[in-house]
């Protein structure tokens, strides 16, 4: 079974500050990808990122960059300098390319409120 | 980047009536699509995969003869509601794999609504 956990389900900063958004893991494959996505309030899914499980690299993206580490099994997102933009829902994750069909699994995400 | 297109965006109908959702991939072969559906404030939950020109696979809990899966071409999977009820008004979220990639692309989604 592969499982997605977002243990915060609700944060809110103030524009410019910096805020990083958990995601923890399960799964017994060895190989697998990664994914962070946007809900904004319209409800269309947008892709930020994926990441395969043989690189560990962190990514960094504008103002966007994510924290990938095996050891702990984590895949962490972080928005520097936040943007009332940045408000919305973010989704972590987890698509095994053996087990489970290569289906995603998905947390229950974590909502991100930045006020100005 | 790969676009994902549903139609219609929303749709309002009586219970008892049967909706067909639309998904199709615009610029890349598809040979797999799920179905999603996400209930407010929580997240997505898998209904089914969508394999061309084999049987959809249903998840647990999800009623096949219900939620009518068709994947005629490598770019077109319908879902259809059929005798649709109140308990039914979702956000049905449809995604494609573009194999190349193992990436899925999201449509932008359907909410029906059932009076």
């Known amino acids: 079974a592969q499982k997605v956990t977002q243990a915060q389900t609700e944060i809110s900063v103030v524009e410019k500050e910096d805020v990083t958004l958990d995601c923890v893991y399960e799964t017994r494959d060895t190989t697998y990808y990664l994914f962070w996505y946007k809900q904004p309030p319209s409800g269309e899914l947008v892709f930020l990122i994926r990441r395969n499980s043989f690189d560990e690299q962190n990514e960094i993206s504008g103002r966007y960059s994510w924290n990938f580490q095996k050891s702990t099994s984590s895949f962490n997102f972080t928005i520097t300098a936040s943007q009332v933009v940045d408000s919305a829902v973010y989704f972590c994750a987890l698509s095994a390319v053996w087990t489970n069909a290569g289906k995603s699994t998905f947390g229950d995400g974590t909502t991100l409120t930045v006020k100005p | 980047g790969a676009v994902v297109s549903q139609h219609p965006s929303w749709v309002i109908c009586k219970s008892g009536t049967s909706v067909k959702i639309e998904c199709r991939s615009l610029?890349?072969?598809?040979?797999?699509m799920f179905w999603y559906r996400q209930f407010p404030k929580q997240s997505l939950m898998l209904m089914a995969t969508?394999?061309?020109?084999?049987?959809?696979?249903?998840e647990q809990g999800v009623e096949k003869d219900k939620f009518l899966i068709n994947h005629a071409s490598l770019t077109l999977s319908t879902l259809t509601v059929t005798s649709a009820h109140p308990e039914d008004s979702s956000f049905y979220i449809c995604?494609?794999?573009?194999?190349?990639?193992?990436?899925?692309?999201f449509g932008p989604g359907t909410r029906l609504l059932v009076l």
């Open positions: 969508s394999n061309e020109g084999s049987k959809a696979t249903y």
């Open positions: 610029d890349f072969q598809a040979t797999t």
């Open positions: 995604s494609a794999r573009d194999r190349l990639q193992e990436t899925q692309y």
